[in-house]
């Protein structure tokens, strides 16, 4: 009996430490997904540089529904790819300590957060290279939808008279 336990102890720790070194999901944000978030000082210098559009995801460390739509939303491939391709990744803890610039001002993180009428966490924006704000989404979106988005920003489809709703096929009732 005794020693029946002490196997199955030895199997249950070889388990949770092969979890632990393979990056199984624990507390915080998901480690899967890939996306090489920048942060907002380096990410809109790279927009800039580089002519691409700007994601900016903002986000609490304590926020659930963010780590949830890391785990849903930014870990599947096609949102991945379509943000890979077409735009520049920045992601701003709201509640972290530090400076930015945002248009040639320091201020601190929540100051920047309110600059950009974040009200909850997530909170999505669509950015132009140039600082030119497009549009925002609040709160845990969907994957299927947020393709959808991403590609409506990408193909610069919002600069017509299409909206989002018509362009990803959502009826009105």
Same mark, same amino acid.
């Given at each position: 009996? %005794?020693?029946?336990?002490?196997?199955? /102890?030895? @199997?249950?720790?070889l388990g949770l430490g092969t979890g632990y070194m393979l990056g199984a999901k624990g507390i915080g944000f998901?480690? #899967?997904?890939?996306? +090489?978030?920048?942060?907002?000082?380096?990410?809109?210098?790279?927009? =800039?540089?580089?002519? #691409?559009? *700007? $994601? @900016?995801?903002?986000? /609490?460390?304590?926020?659930?529904?963010?780590?949830?739509?890391?785990?849903?939303?930014?870990?599947?491939?096609?949102?991945?790819? $379509?943000? =890979?391709?077409?735009? *520049?990744?920045? &992601? *701003?803890?709201?509640?972290?300590?530090?400076?930015?610039?945002?248009?040639?001002? &320091?201020?601190?993180?929540?100051?920047?957060?309110?600059?950009? +009428?974040? %009200?909850?966490?997530? /909170?999505?924006?669509?950015?132009?290279?140039?600082? /030119?704000?497009?549009? !925002? !989404?609040?709160? =845990? @979106?969907?994957?299927?939808?947020? @393709?959808?988005? $991403?590609?409506?920003? +990408?193909? &610069?489809?919002? =600069?017509?008279?299409?909206?989002?709703?018509?362009?990803?096929?959502?009826?009105?009732?």
């Amino acid at each position: 009996m %005794k020693g029946k336990l002490i196997t199955l /102890t030895a @199997i249950m720790m070889l388990g949770l430490g092969t979890g632990y070194m393979l990056g199984a999901k624990g507390i915080g944000f998901a480690k #899967k997904g890939g996306i +090489n978030w920048l942060s907002y000082n380096d990410g809109m210098e790279t927009a =800039k540089k580089e002519g #691409k559009l *700007v $994601l @900016i995801n903002f986000v /609490t460390h304590w926020c659930e529904w963010c780590k949830k739509m890391d785990e849903d939303t930014y870990s599947n491939e096609d949102v991945r790819s $379509l943000i =890979k391709k077409g735009f *520049v990744p920045i &992601r *701003v803890d709201a509640q972290m300590q530090g400076e930015v610039s945002y248009k040639g001002r &320091r201020m601190g993180y929540k100051e920047l957060a309110v600059h950009y +009428n974040v %009200k909850e966490v997530p /909170t999505t924006w669509f950015v132009e290279p140039d600082g /030119t704000l497009i549009a !925002m !989404m609040p709160g =845990k @979106i969907e994957p299927d939808f947020f @393709i959808k988005t $991403l590609s409506y920003v +990408n193909d &610069r489809t919002y =600069k017509t008279n299409i909206s989002l709703a018509e362009y990803a096929g959502v009826k009105r009732p």
